[in-house]
Nanobody, 115 residues
Framework: QVQLVESGGGLVQPGGSLRLSCAAS????????MGWYRQALGKERELVAT???????MYADSVKGRFTISRDNAKNTIYLQMNSLKPEDTAVYYC?????????WGPGTQVTVSS
């Protein structure tokens, strides 16, 4: 069983920055893929960025060049540095952990971009 806890969400003005963190605990595996997903009001959950245990990354086109995903394997933690935030980035951001046969989700953290 893996538990995920996100932190770092909040209210920020357009053009501002936020840094999200997600700490994984429990029975984690060395080889895994972790990522960030988001769900805006009235929309489906969508992928934002993923990072493998050997630090291969992938980004949605909508955030490429603005967001950076990273991980600290010693801490079992991933991060999402969000710069140049837009109102369209407003959503609940969820952390996801995937190993061979299991997927786990965090409870989410709200990010609101508004003036």
């Amino acid at each position: 069983q893996v538990q995920l806890v996100e932190s770092g969400g909040g209210l920020v003005q357009p053009g501002g920055s936020l840094r999200l963190s997600c700490a994984a605990s429990g029975k984690t595996f060395s080889i895994n893929i972790m990522g960030w997903y988001r769900q805006a009001l009235g929309k489906e959950r969508e992928l934002v960025a993923t990072i493998t245990s050997d630090r291969n990354t992938m980004y949605a086109d909508s955030v490429k060049g603005r967001f950076t995903i990273s991980r600290d394997n010693a801490k079992n933690t991933i991060y999402l540095q969000m710069n140049s935030l837009k109102p369209e980035d407003t959503a609940v951001y969820y952390c996801r952990y995937r190993e061979r046969n299991n997927v786990y989700w965090g409870p989410g953290t709200q990010v609101t971009v508004s003036s």
